[in-house]
């Protein structure tokens, strides 16, 4: 579980480098699909990360929207804001809280019932999705995108 989350936050850590060599416009502009541009897709996959925790932890949720965080920089402060209890959160995860249960209300009004171990798995494939949206949009405005290779990261234990 942690190594896939370590592999998240250096592909995302990539990514906030990439950003850096585009323009704020390019960064802003709506895109097709998700939750529209790459700036938001950055923010909304932080949101969402610690936002689970938080649920999961039965704390309180975030609520502000991505237009008070418009810029590189200031999404960027709000990852490095939240990663401490995000992380310390994944460093402690044990076997024991694979099963625990998690009850959800979707925005239907549905009850969920599911497991700790899967909400974690649904966070990691979240991101993964998102990233990959990131990568087709670099290529509609002819940049190479970052690389989502998990081999050569060197995440295996005892390895990086």
Excluded at 30 to 46: M, Q, Y
Excluded at 114 to 139: C, F, K, N, P, Y
């Amino acid at each position: 579980m942690q190594m896939m989350f370590e592999y998240n936050w250096d592909v995302r850590e990539d990514w906030f480098k990439w950003c850096g060599e585009i323009s704020e416009a390019e960064l802003l502009e709506k895109r097709t699909g998700g939750v529209g541009g790459i700036l938001h897709t950055l923010f909304h996959i932080i949101d969402v990360e610690w936002s689970w925790i938080r649920s999961l932890q039965g704390k309180s949720d975030f609520n502000e929207s991505f237009e008070q965080y418009r810029s590189i920089r200031q999404v960027r402060e709000l990852e490095a804001s939240f990663r401490p209890e995000v992380e310390a959160f994944v460093l402690n995860w044990n076997d024991g809280l694979e099963n625990r249960e998690f009850r959800d209300v979707t925005p239907d009004g549905r009850e969920e019932l599911d497991t700790w171990g899967e909400v974690m798995r649904h966070m990691i494939a979240h991101e993964i999705h998102h990233i990959g949206q990131l990568s087709v949009w670099a290529r509609e405005i002819d940049r190479k995108p970052v690389s989502a290779n998990l081999i050569g990261r060197g995440l295996a234990s005892g390895i990086r």
